[in-house]
């Protein structure tokens, strides 16, 4: 077979089930593989046309958010790599395992199969076509020799899903894909598996020691508590405990949102007064200038990369640094701390203290939010309409500037996500859709601004989820401004001339485009909310038309931040 029509084959043999994929002139190789494997009835990843690259990006990232399983994402040349390196970008800042590869233009001009032959092929070629994603990619290189293609896929694979987990990169020059292999061994196990960190048991003993002694022990989680298992544990450990836990700027749940420990989305004043506290696999967990550390408080970073080391800047302290993935080290910690001293009347006070206060702020959470409906629609008071809509379902949100966790109640695993902290906008309408193709009896909704709307390429994200089925709900909060952009200028300058003005400069989103039609070109179901006693319908009628296997759009109106 060619080198191109091995390609999918020994994507089967590493688990890959599907291949986004947006095709172009260097694809043929693969293209005839894929017929001819048809042909002959061969099983195969499923290869999905995805028109647009940074939609394919964002599919193989929900994907692998509801599965653990990582995906390929297969694209053309530069200018498709360069579309994908936003997504590429998300992946890198949130772990997330990617196969990512690109054909590469022909190096010959002449005399040779799979040579140039149209004037694209000068067009696109680049002195280092891997730059447009080197620093998102954990590892990168071009396939030079068609017989290496099962050991550098095989290789792929393994590192992309090693710990600390990450996209891959593997650039496909066309002729090279044009050559022959042997077909022997294709279909082989794994050459190379995947490394997966352990957690220091010296470290875990003195991070149980400093837990067990604490008298006021804070936790901040931004990326969860691990799978099922892990995920439940933890929530019967914090309990028991009695150790609070704030979900700043939460990508995924780490507690239920009604659990006992769950003090919501402010650390103050928890961390002035904490003594240990533990930072969760969370690359920024309070904000420095805001948010007073306790001077005499030990700080234990954990994750798969505890101290987070390919960024440049990231000083928060950290006295002891523990790797592993959380699905390891949650359950580690809690053994070494089973059957370590407890003072059962300091932790029958500390978690009654603690109850009361996050039922207290609960409670005052979601009367703001109900309160707020009267002035006009807010993202609060959509966020609470859609919690209760979502009350009996089995779910998954996955907000974008959207939807916001604390009015809206999460209390399982895999049940919220929300943007990466890398900002790549865009993300949440194609991750949804991710999620969605992995679990096709789950509801999945995405939330997003307008902006973030407009950036996930609305139309072909459209087209692929009536292309491949994929009856999700799409609410979009349209404040016709960047929301964001004008909280970062109030939150910098808050008595400014810009905060005052009538209308922010290079905020405005207006006149803002009717985004019910753009979903009605693809057959969607679609209503545009302006009155906040009108919510709750339209999210109830909404969710009925994905029950009946559409794709249904909300553009609703809110308020200004």
Not at 85 to 90: E, P, R
Not at 270 to 286: G, Q
Not at 299 to 315: C, E, L, M
């Amino acid at each position: 077979m060619t080198a191109g029509g091995a390609i999918f084959p020994r994507l089967k043999a590493l688990g890959v089930d599907y291949v986004f994929a947006n095709s172009g002139t260097d694809f043929p190789p693969i293209i005839e593989g894929l017929a001819e494997a048809a042909a002959n009835g061969q099983d195969l990843p499923q290869a999905l046309v995805i028109p647009h690259e940074h939609a394919a990006m964002g599919m193989a990232h929900g994907y692998y958010l509801m599965t653990g399983r990582s995906q390929a994402v297969m694209l053309h040349t530069n200018v498709g790599l360069a579309n994908g390196a936003i997504g590429a970008i998300n992946a890198a800042c949130e772990h997330i395992p990617v196969l990512l590869m690109s054909g590469r233009t022909p190096v010959t001009e002449h005399s040779r199969f799979g040579t140039r032959t149209v004037p694209i092929g000068w067009g696109q070629e680049m002195r280092d076509q891997t730059a447009l994603v080197r620093e998102a990619a954990k590892w990168d290189t071009d396939l030079r020799y068609p017989e290496q293609i099962a050991a550098m896929l095989d290789r792929a694979h393994a590192i992309a899903n090693s710990t600390p987990k990450g996209p891959v990169y593997l650039s496909l020059p066309r002729e090279v894909l044009c050559e022959t292999v042997t077909a022997n061994g294709i279909g082989a196990p794994p050459s190379m598996q995947p490394a997966r960190a352990a957690p220091d048991p010296a470290a875990l003993a003195t991070a149980a020691e400093w837990l067990a002694g604490a008298d006021h022990p804070l936790i901040v989680a931004q990326r969860g508590s691990g799978g099922p298992a892990s995920f439940a544990a933890f929530a019967d450990w914090c309990a028991d405990w009695g150790i609070a836990l704030c979900s700043w700027w939460a990508t995924a749940l780490a507690l239920p949102t009604d659990h006992p420990s769950h003090i919501g989305p402010d650390p103050n004043p928890w961390l002035a007064e904490a003594d240990v506290v533990v930072v969760l696999d969370s690359l920024a967990p309070w904000w420095p200038d805001k948010h007073p550390l306790n001077p005499a408080a030990r700080v234990i970073n954990i994750g798969p990369d505890p101290i987070f080391s390919r960024f440049p800047a990231r000083t928060f302290k950290s006295d002891l640094s523990i790797t592993g993935e959380s699905a390891d080290t949650i359950p580690a910690l809690i053994a070494a701390m089973k059957d370590l001293p407890r003072d059962e009347e300091r932790l029958t006070h500390r978690r009654a203290a603690l109850a009361r206060e996050s039922a207290q702020l609960r409670a005052a959470t979601r009367m703001a939010a109900a309160d707020s409906g009267a002035k006009g629609i807010t993202k609060a008071y959509v966020s609470l309409c859609l919690g209760d809509a979502l009350e009996e379902r089995v779910s998954t949100v996955l907000s974008e500037l959207g939807a916001i966790l604390g009015p809206l109640e999460r209390r399982a695993h895999k049940s919220w996500f929300q943007e990466p902290h890398s900002g790549g906008l865009g993300w949440s309408f194609p991750a949804a859709l991710g999620a969605k193709l992995a679990e096709r009896d789950r509801t999945v909704v995405a939330t997003m601004g307008d902006g973030s709307y407009m950036f996930a390429n609305p139309t072909a994200c459209h087209q692929i989820a009536e292309a491949l089925d994929l009856a999700i709900l799409v609410i979009v909060l349209n404040n016709a401004e960047w929301g964001a952009v004008r909280g970062s200028v109030k939150g910098i300058y808050p008595g400014g001339f810009a905060a005052k003005a009538n209308e922010m400069p290079l905020t405005a989103l207006k006149p803002s485009p009717d985004f019910t039609k753009t979903a009605e070109a693809s057959r969607a179901w679609t209503r545009t909310v302006t009155d906040p006693a009108k919510v709750t319908q339209a999210i109830g009628d909404a969710l009925a038309a994905t029950d009946g296997g559409r794709l249904a759009l909300l553009d609703i109106r809110i308020l200004p931040d």
